[in-house]
């Protein structure tokens, strides 16, 4: 995964620091990180084709308190969808990454 950011030394920062996760320095500051278990969804669609992220968590109201602790905005109410309790957050560049705390099964326990 490649997230393309106005301020990516910021991101790059969130995703260490806030977020916390490990990683390796590719050399001159290009941090990779190693993500936690990740699923891939396709889905049909009649309008331009386009792609989302989505972070997964076990509740979304402790991850929501725990990450607004650490200064992250949210950039939308966490929302019933069916499928899970969803939210947004703002990446320090700009960006949005989805949150949500999933009601299906998840193919990260198989």
Do not use: N
């Not at 001159?28 to 993500?35: E, N, Q, V, Y």
């Not at 396709?42 to 990450?67: F, R």
Request: one cysteine or more.
């Amino acid at each position: 995964m490649i997230l393309y950011s106005r301020d990516a030394e910021a991101d790059r920062a969130f995703l260490r620091d806030v977020l916390g996760y490990p990683h390796v320095d590719a050399g001159r500051g290009w941090l990779i990180f190693r993500l936690p278990p990740a699923e891939a969804a396709v889905h049909p669609t009649d309008g331009e084709p386009k792609h989302q992220l989505y972070l997964m968590c076990d509740s979304v109201e402790s991850t929501v308190a725990e990450l607004m602790s650490r200064g992250v905005e949210f950039t939308s109410p966490v929302t019933d969808q069916g499928w899970g309790r969803l939210t947004s957050l703002r990446l320090p560049g700009g960006g949005e990454l989805g949150l949500y705390e999933p009601r299906h099964p998840v193919a990260y326990d198989i």
